[in-house]
C-alpha cells in the first residue's frame, strides 16, 4: 500500500512496494500519458514532476514517492487551460509519433520552472535526457522559446 | 516468421492509374445500409467519408499513423476535392479491411513512403464524387441544372439565385443518388488545402497525454504479459519450470507460445518478476556460435569472387584493366535496430467466436491474418483496431507482436496486452543487414569516372520476408547502387547473398539507407582523387539525372557552398534517390583534435513532387536527417555467440538535444505527382558527414559507426 497525492488528489494503491512509479500510474491510476520507453531512466518518456522536480518514473519505487506530491502530463494544465509549454508545442507543431513528447513537455515545464528564459545551453542540459526518435528536437527548442514568450504574457 | 505483405521495389514514373481505383469507392464490407443508417451513417458514399445531419464530415484514414502526419494529410486530400468546411472535419481510423488496401497491392498496410503517392488519386476521386452527389442533390432540390451549382466551404451555392444548402441539410438526399464513377478532379490553381501548411489534427491529444497508442489501450478484464525468448537468434525451448514464477504475486498463467514462455498477470511489474523467476532450459541450436568478427571474415572471402549482377552495363573489366588509375575500396554498414520509442506491445482478446486485435502495426492485413491462422477464424470474424503507433521505421510491418498477443489470449482465455521491454525489443527486432562491399573505380587520364564495380555480400531481406531471391539478387539489397545515378559507361553492380542467422527486416529507406553511404562516399573518393570539387564533379555526371542534379545544386547554392565557414568547419555533399523522391544534404561538421564530431548544420534539398503538407514535409526531413545521423555516429548492433550485444539506449545510443545540428529544408517546387517523404531523406546524411570529415581531416571513413579512434589526431 501506498499513499501519495497525483494531480491533486489524493490516491491509495495496492502495489508491492518495488513496484516502479510509472506502472502505478498507468495500471493502478489508468493514466497513460506517462509512457514506458527503456525501464532504466536513459529515455525520459516516463518523465513527471515529484514535488516539483522532474523525476524518471520508471526507476522509482512507489515507496520513495509515499506522501509526496506527483504531476503527471494529465495534471499539468489541471488549472485550466493549457500550459505555456502545451500552447507552443501546438504552436510549433513539435510531436510526430508523439510517443516521447509526454515526457518532453514534462521536462520542458520543469525547466521553464526554476529558469524562465532559458538559453540554448540551458536548454541543451535540461533536455538531453529526452530522447525523440523521430528527431523533433529542432522544433522543441522553438517551442521551449515560443513557451518562455507565452509564460510572460507575450505573443509569437 | 512470414509476413504475407511485400514491400514493393521502388517504382520510378508515373502511376498506373485505371481500374484499381475503382475499387476504392466502395463501402468495408460487411456494413449493409441497414446497419449505416442506424448507426447514423446518413450520407456514406464511399470508404473514406461520411456526412451527417449536421454537415459534420467524418473522414476515415486507413493508413497507420506513426508520425509522418498521415491523419492529417489524408483529410487535407479528402476535404479538398470534396470542398469541405475544415472546422467541420474529423478523422476516424479505419478497421482492416480491403476497402482500404493500396491499390498498386492488394493489402492494407503502410510502408515504403507510400500512403500519400499510393494513394492520393484514390482519396481525390472519394472526395470529389462525394461532391457532385451534393451538387447534384441541390440541383434536384432547386429544379436547377447541376452547371449552375457549385460546391465552397461545405456548401452547395446556385450560382444565378445565390441560394445555398448545407451539406448536412443535403446529406440525406444525396445519399439516394448514384456515386459517379468518374467525378472530375480539381486543378492544382484551385487547391484549398493540398500545398498549404495545415496543422496536425493529432497535437493537442500529443500534448496532453490523451493520445492513445497501443501500449495505452484499456480492455476490461485484461491481463499483462511479457515473453522470455531464447537470447540466441533461431533457438528453442528444450524444458522450463514455472514453479518459481506462478509464486510471484500477481502472476495468473505461464503457458509455452511460439516465442517462448510468456507470464501473464495483473500487471506489468508482476509479469517481469514472473519472468525473472522463470527457469528454462535452451536448445540454442545452430547459431550459438556466431558473432560479428566471424561474419565480417566470411563476407570478406566471399567478396574475392565474382558475384550475381544486378546491373551490367558495358564491360567493367576491361575499364578496370585498362584505365590509367584505378581505384579500390572495401566499405562496411552494421546491422541497426528500428528502436522504436514505443516498444512492441499489442493487446487481444480470442474469443470462440471472434477475435479483436488492438495493434499498434503498419501491417493490418498481416495482423488480421496472423490472427485468423493463430485462431482458425474466417476475416470477418478478427477485427483489428490501428492504435497510434509510437514509431514504426518498418519494425511494425512485421507481426510477431501480434502473434504473441493472440497466442497468448487464446491459450488463457482472457484479454491480454503484451509488452516487451526494451532489451525484448531491441535483441529481438529485425535488423537492417551488415553488409561488406567492394568498390573499384576506373578513371581515364582526365579523372573522369569510366568504369565502376560495387559487390555488395550479405545477408538478405527477402528471405527472412519469406520472398524467393530473383537471379540470386536481393531487390531490397541493391537501391542506393544498382541505381546509380551518375554517367559511368562500364558499370557493374554485384549482390552475394550469404546467411548469417540474424533476422531482418525493413529499416527506413531499407537499401538506400547503406548504399547511398558507400556510393556517395566513394563518389567522394573519385572526385578528390581527380581533383575536382566534389560538388562540380557530381554535378557534372548527373546530365541524364535532371532530379537529382536540381536537389544537389539547390542544396549546393541554399548551403553557400564554395564559400567561406567559420574556422574548423568543412563541408560534405551528398545526393541520393529513395522511395519516389530525391534529397541532397550539405553537413557542417567539426572535428576534435581527440576525434569527435560535431555536426552544425544540414542543408537539404527535396524534390518530392507536388508537396501536399510542406510544413510536415519539412518535418519528415528534420526527423530523417536526426534518424540517419544517429546510424551514422552511435547505430551498431553487434553479435556474440548468436546474441545480439546491446539492449537498451546506455549501448545503442540516439541523437539527443545537444547534437543537433540546424537542420534547414527546401523542397523543390513541382507539379509532379507527389511521391514518398518519410524516408527520401535518411540516406544523404551519413556520405554528407562522411564527406565533411574527409574535408576536415583527410581520413577516410569506410565503416560504420564513425569512430572517434579512427580520427584521433596522431
New interface residues.
Partial sequence: MATFVVNGKRETVNAEPDTPLLWVLRENLGLTGTKFGCGIAQCGACTVHLDGQPLRSCVTPIAAVEGRNVVTIEGLSARGGLHPVQQAWIAEDVPQCGYCQSGQVMSAAALLARTPAPTDKEIDAAMSGNICRCGTYQRIRAAIHLAATLAKGGTR | MKTLVTRRLFLKGGLAVGAGLVIGLRLPTGRSPLEAAQQGRIFEPNAWIRIDREGMVTIINGQS?????ILTSMPMVVADELEADWTKVKVEQAPADPAYNNPRRQAQFTNSSASIRDHIEVWRRAGAAAKEMLIAAAAKEWGAPVSECYAEQGTVIHRPSGRKLNYGELAEKAAALPVPQNPKLKTPDQFKFIGKKV??L????????????G??V?VPGAL?ATVQRCPVFGGKVASFDATRAKAV?GVRHVVQISSGIVVVAD????AR?GREALQINWDYGPNASQNSAAITRTYADLAKQPAPVARGEGDVANALQKAPRILEAVYEVPFLAH?????MNCTAHVRPDGCDVWAPTQSQTGAQQAAMRITGLPREKVRVHTT??????GRRGQTDFVEDAVETSKAVGAPVKV?W??EDDMQHDFYRPATYNLLQAALDSQGIPIGWLHRIVGPSIMVWQGQALQNGIDRHMIPGAADLPYAIPNLQVEYRYKEVGVPLGFWRSVGESQNAFITESFMDELAHAAGKDPYEYRRMLLGKSPRHRGVLELAATKAGWGTPLPSGRHRGIAVAYSHGSWAAQVAEVSVSPEGSVRVHRVVCAVDCGLAVNP??IR??V??????GLTAALYGAITIENGRVQQS???DYP?????E?P??EVHIVPSAERPSGVGEAAVPQIAPAVVNAIFAATGKRIRRLPIRAEELKKS
Avoid: C
Fill in positions: 499513423e506513426m508520425g509522418q502526419g496543422s496536425r493529432d497535437t493537442s491529444d500529443k500534448v496532453t497525454g490523451r493520445a492513445v497508442f501500449i495505452d484499456k499483462v504475486r500487471s506489468y511489474w508482476a518478476r528502436a522504436t520509442m514505443e516498444p497510434l503507433l509510437g514509431g514504426g521505421f509488452i521491454s526494451r510544413d510536415q518535418a519528415q528534420e526527423g530523417s536527417v536526426v534518424f537498451n539506449f546506455h540516439m541523437l539527443r538535444m545537444n543537433m540546424t537542420v
